[in-house]
Every structure is written in C-alpha cells, then in structure tokens.
C-alpha cells in the first residue's frame, strides 16, 4: 500500500511510523525545511506529551461519545508504550507527562530516529498545493514543488493557523474542502483576551495571581476556571484564562458581550470572607484604606482597584464608611472585566474549528471521500492546555495512518469500549 502523509508534525510523524509498521510504504511531505518545528516549542520546550487526568471534559467537538470511542482505541497507555519502546523515557509531574530529559527536541529526535529506521521517505521543503481523488486508478494525485505523487491512501495532518503568521497554516483546510468537506470557523483557542478598558492593565501590567475567573456571554456563564492568572497591559493570560478562551472567541466572533469575572479570593468561601473583613474593617477604623489592605492581595492590583473606584489611598476608614468599604472590598470577590477581543492567531497554542468532525469516521476516514484520512489539528477537535492536543495529535495520527495502511482499528473499538465508558465523567 503506498501512502502519502501531508504535514510532518506531531500527527503526521505518528501516522507515518504507524502506517510503515504497518507494512505500507510511506511518503511523508512536509512545507518546512525541517520535520516537527511546532513541537520545538511544545511546552515551553518541555513537550507535555500528554496528562494522566484524562477525560473528555478536556475535549471541545461536536460528538463526545465518538472521540471517547476514538480515545478508546489510542490511550495514553499506548502513546506511553510507544515512546517507551523507543527508548524515550518518560515523567509525570503532577499528571502532566514529559520526556524525562524534559527536552521536546528528545520527542523530535526519537521521531527522526524511527522515521530513517522505517525507511520512510520524508520530502521537506515542499509544501503541497494540490490534491485529489483519481476516480480511474483510485488512487490520489499530489502535487508540490511542480512534482507529482501517486498515492493509494491519503492522510492530511497539515496542523492549523496556530502561532503562525497570518493567513499561514490554512492548507490543510483547503485541501479538505477539496474533497467536499465542510470546514467549521476557525478561530485562535489558547489565546490570551484583550480587555476593553486597559487603564486597569497598565497599572498592573506583569502581576500574576491566583484567582478565579468566571467567562460569561450576554449575562450566561459559559466557564469557570481557577489558577495563576496573568495581567498583561492589555488584558488577561495565563492557563485559567486559555482554558475557556476558544469560548469567549466564539462567542465575540457571535456578537455577544464578552466579561470575565475576577474572584481574587478564590478559596474563601463567602461568609468566611465576610466575616474576615468585619473583623478587618473594626481593626482597621482609625487608619487608612491602604493600611486596611495591608497584607491583603498583591500591592499593584490594591492600587489599580482603589484608583478604578475612585478611592484615594489616604482615605480614612472612618470618613468612607461601612457601606463604601463594604462594597470596594466586595467588588475583589466579583471584578468585571469587558473583553473586546482574543489575541490573534499568531500567540495561540491551538486553532478551534476545523475539519468537520462529523464527516470523519472513528478510524478517521473521510466520509466524503474513502481512502483519504485526517489527523490532528486540522480537524475540529481541539483540547485543553496540558498534553491534551498532542494526545489527540498522537491517537488521531495512530489510527490514521494504521488505517491507511489497511489494517482496520474496528475491532479495537468494540473491545475497548466497555471498560473506557467507565472513565467517561
Ligand atoms: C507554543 C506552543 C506550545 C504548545 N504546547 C503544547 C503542549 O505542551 N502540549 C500539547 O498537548 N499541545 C501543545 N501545543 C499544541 C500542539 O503543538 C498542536 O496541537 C500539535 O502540534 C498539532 O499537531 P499536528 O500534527 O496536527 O499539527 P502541526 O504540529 O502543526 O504539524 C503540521 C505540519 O504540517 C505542515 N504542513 C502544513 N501544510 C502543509 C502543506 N500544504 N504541505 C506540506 N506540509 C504542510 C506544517 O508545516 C507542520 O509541520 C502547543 C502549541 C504551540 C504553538
């Protein structure tokens, strides 16, 4: 079986080791000089592989129960097994799994080591512009570079938009259309939120906090998360905030009012905190509002939230009074922030939308177009920060390049599917 792979990053290298051990002969394209550039900077150039708290509420896509099954049939175990049996060993660090040497680059050489010993043919520099069914020798024509291949089985795992530069990555997008796919909005996911007003940024441009933030759209709450979350002088980053981000890009690109809601007192339950900051106001009735914040929350934000709500730093408990402390000090509890955008694609981790997923069968054919297969990050599935995009790079890129190769995974889907409903929460 001769098979062509477009795109040799984390799920094209996967699906062509899968596919050569499958006894196909293997043709892997890549657009840049080098294989695996993206996974150079994986991790902030640790890789995180993948993450043992494992589930489907760290995916986003249209069919849950089908990805389950997909997951089912390429577990972390196997992704695990795989790099294992290649000499790369691997550690966890609170769940989130590297490479021992917490290098990504011992990922990519493990990669090239299989890629030469599988004799796979790996054509860099050329990026594919063209490809297409041939109804007479049902067989698929590629072309790049003003060449053209021949192939049995196609396999696009061209990635997306994601950190780079504009209007790069859409490849793999057009091809899919190509075949008749439907190609769901793209937009960054991953991705820090730009604030309207940035007075309050300025000031505490640098700061990061724990804290937790709600998103919420027109008035609905659409996700909570809890973390270190970073100020910047335009707005929010940090993982609690580039968790729900893909939400709040599609909700503006909807035309909703976007907020997120500051708690800058995340684990104080209401009353707890109330009853703290009774004791506090009582204590603190002969000093100022800067001395009652003492020892509170970190300095800049103190000052950035007294200036935001008019309050000078000298101003006397007494002279404002239970009622304006009250309500300033509550407002720590509920900061509403308006989002009038998501960074662009060039600082996102992943893209959101994509490939249809419901045009792609659990062994990751098209079903528009038999013969061909997708993998990665160019299909509308996209997950969490932590090792969860990868994990779906390396299962997607497994099945798809098994599968092109002609060895079906149904029957791994049936025999997985019992235990795994189990870890479905
Ligand atoms: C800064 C950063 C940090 C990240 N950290 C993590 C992390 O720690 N853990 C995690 O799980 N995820 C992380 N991600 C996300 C993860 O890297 C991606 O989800 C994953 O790499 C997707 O794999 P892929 O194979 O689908 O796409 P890619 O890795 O993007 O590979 C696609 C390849 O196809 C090539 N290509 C595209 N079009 C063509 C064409 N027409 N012809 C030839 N070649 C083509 C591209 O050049 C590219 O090499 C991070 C992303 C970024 C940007």
Known sequence: ?????????????????????????????????????????????????????????????????????????????????????????????????????EQASTVLDVFRRNLKNDNIETVTDCDITMAEYQKDSNTFAVMGNGKVWEFDKLVIACGGPASLKKNDGLTGFKL??????????????????????????????????????????????????????????YGLSGIPIFQFSRMAAYAIEEGKRVCVSVNFFPDQEQKAFEYQMRLRYDYYMDSTIEEFLLGTINKKINQAMLKASGIKPADRISQLGFKKVWEFIMSYRNLTIHIESVNDMEHAQVCAGGVDFMQISTQMESMKCPGLYFAGEVIDVDGKCGGYNLQWAWTSGYIAGRNAAGSSTKSLEVENHGEEKHAEN
């Open 1 to 101: 079986m001769r098979v062509g792979i477009i795109g040799a990053g984390a799920s094209g290298m996967m699906a062509a080791i899968t596919a050569a051990n499958y006894n196909a002969k293997v043709t892997l394209f890549e657009k840049n000089e080098r294989v695996g550039q993206k996974l150079l900077a994986t991790g902030n150039g640790k890789c995180n592989l993948s993450n043992l708290e494992f589930n489907m509420s760290k995916y986003y896509c249209a069919d849950k129960e089908k990805l389950h099954t997909i997951f089912g049939v390429y577990s972390i175990w196997d992704m695990l097994s795989f790099f294992e049996s290649r000499g790369m060993m691997v550690r966890s660090k609170n769940g989130y799994l590297y490479p021992y040497s």
């Open 176 to 233: 899919a259309e190509g075949f008749g796919h439907t190609i769901n909005k793209v937009v960054p996911g991953l991705v820090q939120l730009r604030a309207s007003d940035k007075t309050f940024f300025k000031a505490v441009s640098g700061v990061r906090c724990q804290a937790k933030v709600s998103l919420l759209a027109d008035g609905i709450l659409l996700g909570e998360e809890e973390g270190e979350v970073q100020f910047t002088d």
